[in-house]
């Protein structure tokens, strides 16, 4: 009977692993399933087209190109390399202002011989027109739009997923937010963790680090959100009234936010390592005239020096995938810089501030996917490294 149940425990613990790694698995599969979608998706918004007149040479534009044209920031086709003339910028909702109702037919049949007809008499004009009624005279051609590129997502600048015709996806505003305020988060939360866990270990009697240590980790259970409205309330008007700027969401304020909820992980996992130094290596350095503090800097750092260096990583994880509490401190600007005193917007806050609004099947929902296989590519690297490392013997040779 003992055997029996003890066999039925071993299945069912071997069930339950294979189900978990299934189901790791298809969530992985999902998740970069749906991010390659995206570049098989139009650069221009799905069920429209660009139009221009067909003496015009032109036959491809960037989503860049488009938007600036669109935004009147381009304003001649020689900028562009074709011939001289000012571009004529045309959008389909402009056509019901030149026609009565009444022109256009009945279920707007005679709609696409009307756009044919203000393209026929605008050479210099680029014309956004929904395929449904999309003229096809001769004096007409539509450019070729191509699908979203790895060039446009990885080296893309700008983040404008609602822009049009073009919807621009660029990663590098999003990359660069997200280091900025990671790094600059584990730069801040390093010392200090690294200062408490020495503390805990080799100073602290033992009264004070039962009370502290499950304090500190009490720290890790708090909600990110709570962290957020923290950092909202206190630190963005710290922030904003120390250094006289006109907002407080800056990349500064995440990085101080992140800090503190990266500490709890960075004290824990470096004071266990420190804690797991052998006794007889401190007194054997006490033992040759060292002092308290030698021996902590020069025989017990370098001997817990692996657990340490995973407590960064492990750090630098939790600062890289956090959400809310950055969404709510830094701003959420999609723009490249270097400075912590501007706004910034992370990837994980990309994620969540959009996912909820992104039509489910198109380029902007497909994009925060490929968002998310970039987050957990990070996130798996930092993982695999801090399990490497952690497994790595302490030098014995001190």
Not at 293 to 302: C, L, N
Request: a negative charge; proline letters at 5%; charged letters at 15%.
């Amino acid at each position: 009977m003992r055997h029996i149940s003890e066999r039925s425990i071993e299945g069912l613990l071997t069930a339950s692993g294979a189900i978990t790694s299934i189901t790791i698995l298809l969530i992985t599969i999902f998740l970069f399933r749906e991010g390659a979608g995206l570049f098989s998706s139009p650069s221009v918004e799905s069920g429209y087209g660009l139009y221009v007149h067909s003496s015009n040479r032109i036959n491809t534009l960037s989503p860049t190109e488009i938007k600036e044209i669109f935004d009147a920031e381009i304003t001649d086709w020689s900028t562009l390399g074709v011939h001289e003339g000012e571009i004529e910028v045309f959008r389909f909702e402009e056509i019901f202002n030149l026609y009565d109702e009444e022109e256009f037919g009945e279920d707007y049949q005679l709609l696409p011989r009307k756009l044919e007809g203000k393209i026929a008499e605008s050479p210099d004009i680029i014309a956004f027109l929904p395929d449904k009624y999309a003229p096809r005279g001769k004096s007409v051609r539509r450019l070729s739009s191509g699908d979203i590129s790895l060039e446009q997502f990885f080296a893309g600048k700008e983040w404008l997923p609602t822009s049009t015709p073009s919807p621009l996806f660029g990663l590098l505003p999003l990359i660069l937010g997200t280091l900025l305020v990671s790094i600059v988060a584990i730069i801040i939360a390093l010392p200090l963790g690294i200062g408490v866990a020495v503390y805990l270990s080799e100073l602290a009697n033992r009264r004070t680090k039962q009370f502290m240590k499950p304090m500190i980790e009490l720290l890790a259970g708090i909600p990110s959100v709570v962290y957020g409205f923290f950092g909202l309330v206190v630190l963005v008007p710290i922030v904003q009234k120390t250094f006289s700027l006109d907002v407080g969401e800056t990349a500064l304020a995440g990085s101080l936010i992140l800090a503190i909820m990266a500490l709890p992980t960075i004290i824990t996992v470096a004071e266990d390592a420190m804690s797991n130094t052998p006794r007889a290596i401190r007194e054997a350095s006490l033992a040759l005239g060292a002092s308290q503090w030698q021996t902590i800097y020069k025989v017990i750092i370098p001997y817990s020096a692996s657990g340490i260096s995973a407590s960064v990583i492990l750090g630098i994880g939790r600062a890289i995938g956090e959400t809310m509490a950055v969404l709510m401190v830094t701003g959420n600007a999609a723009v490249i810089t270097f400075s912590l005193f501007d706004s910034v917007r992370t990837i994980p806050a990309t994620i969540a501030a959009e996912l909820g609004e992104a039509p489910s099947g198109g380029a902007h929902y497909q994009a925060l996917f490929m968002l998310g296989c970039i987050l957990f590519v990070i996130t798996m690297i930092m993982s695999i490294a801090s399990e490497i490392i952690s497994k790595k013997q302490p030098n014995r040779g001190i």
